[in-house]
């Protein structure tokens, strides 16, 4: 949990990766048990959802990255273009114009479209973690701390064994 708490904010990329690695980690220690030990169900199943919230925050942070390079680009591209311009002289671009502005206008235009739907959707999901499991009384994670005490308790209890067979009671 204490890779949780370093989350504080939507842009706190190590860390939420840092989180998704350790629930993945102790899901992989009680997954293995499940099939044979009903308290590892419910952590397996909680873990799995934090993983699942923490891997689609990342991919928004990967994906906003790569959106704000390449309008980067197209905008490196543009001041480029008005330094030629410039160094050719203003008649020189006005008469021909500049091949390709539109096309690099729709570009930018989506690039910022998409860019407003990545923030709307980190933002939602951010809530979710925050809501859900960030801070000591968050739902899912009370949950999951009552799930592995339950779990280290069934780990604890000795074995239940069946009734020896008695040669010749059958």
Do not use: C, M, Y
């Not at 952590?43 to 919230?53: C, H, I, N, R």
Request: proline share 5%; aromatic share 2%; no cysteine.
């Amino acid at each position: 949990f204490d890779k949780l708490a370093r989350i504080e904010s939507v842009a706190d990329e190590a860390a939420g990766h840092a989180g998704r690695i350790a629930a993945k980690r102790l899901r992989d220690v009680a997954e293995p048990v499940a099939p044979w030990l009903a308290a590892a169900r419910l952590p397996v199943e909680l873990l799995k959802a934090l993983q699942d919230l923490l891997g689609d925050l990342h991919d928004g942070q990967l994906l906003a990255g790569l959106v704000a390079n390449a309008l980067a680009e197209i905008e490196s591209k543009r001041a480029q273009r008005l330094i030629a311009a410039t160094l050719d002289g203003a008649d020189a671009v006005l008469s021909r114009g500049a091949p390709g502005a539109p096309l690099r206008r729709r570009e930018r235009s989506g690039l910022i479209a998409v860019a407003k739907r990545l923030g709307a959707r980190r933002s939602e999901l951010f809530s979710r973690l925050e809501r859900d499991w960030l801070g000591e009384e968050a739902p899912s994670r009370q949950g999951l701390v009552l799930a592995l005490a339950e779990l280290d308790r069934s780990l604890a209890a000795p074995p239940r064994r069946r009734p020896a067979v008695v040669a010749g009671s059958r």
